[in-house]
């Protein structure tokens, strides 16, 4: 009943309440991004969606007009197509604001795993052992709160996996799950954790490299 009734009417609620709210900080930030960098205020990539299929994803623009149509993890230094305002709306996640319309329409869900990159055959192969992909990707998720891009492939699709399986038991352990990724995105937004430009695995990075600084 949660999953596939009241999880879609709160979807509704929720992204119709927070387009309206916050209506003017959109507008004010689809002209700072003009001013900063004239050509589209929108960004759409193709991602996929419930059950593998596609659909268009929408972002603040954040990137140059002149940066290559590649995935930002297959640029070499990233940074440098960033632009100034797109480095502020990327670290504070409000470039993510207009997947509040993909939410709206149903491609998406407030919470869920994070839809893929149309080229991330290895996320989405990873996620069918978890029967992730049945599930609409979210604004945010389980994996989101616990590690974002830090994290490697197979364990991102791990915490999927155990975020649908909540899901899937019942109302009120979904509901909480539910909560406990919004309030955890809130946190993690302010502290902007696990943004990392340029690809996957930076949690793994790290570690390597305090390995490596310990045997030196």
């Not at 709160?145 to 999927?160: F, Q, S, T, Y």
């Amino acid at each position: 009943m949660y999953r596939y009734v009241i999880k879609r009417f709160l979807d509704i609620l929720l992204s119709l309440l927070a387009i309206l709210l916050l209506s003017l900080p959109m507008l004010i930030i689809c002209l700072a991004i003009k001013i900063d960098d004239p050509g589209p205020v929108i960004f759409k990539q193709k991602r996929f969606g419930k059950g593998k299929t596609f659909f268009w994803l929408y972002k603040f623009r954040s990137m140059k007009v002149n940066t290559p149509d590649t995935p930002t993890h297959l640029l070499k230094n990233p940074e440098q197509y960033i632009s100034r305002v797109g480095g502020f709306l990327r670290k504070t996640s409000l470039d993510e604001l207009p997947q509040l319309f993909n939410i709206l329409s149903g491609k998406m869900s407030v919470v869920g795993p994070r839809p893929a990159l149309w080229n991330q055959d290895d996320l989405i192969a990873e996620r069918d052992k978890y029967g992730a992909n049945d599930l609409r990707p979210g604004l945010t998720g389980w994996a989101q709160i616990n590690g974002r891009d830090e994290l490697e492939i197979a364990v991102k699709a791990r915490l999927d996996g155990d975020y649908t399986t909540v899901i899937r038991k019942g109302r009120f352990r979904g509901v909480w799950m539910d909560i406990r990724c919004v309030l955890g995105t809130v946190f993690t937004v302010l502290r902007s954790d696990g943004v990392v430009e340029g690809g996957t695995g930076a949690m793994e990075d790290k570690e390597e490299h305090k390995k490596d600084a310990v045997l030196k």
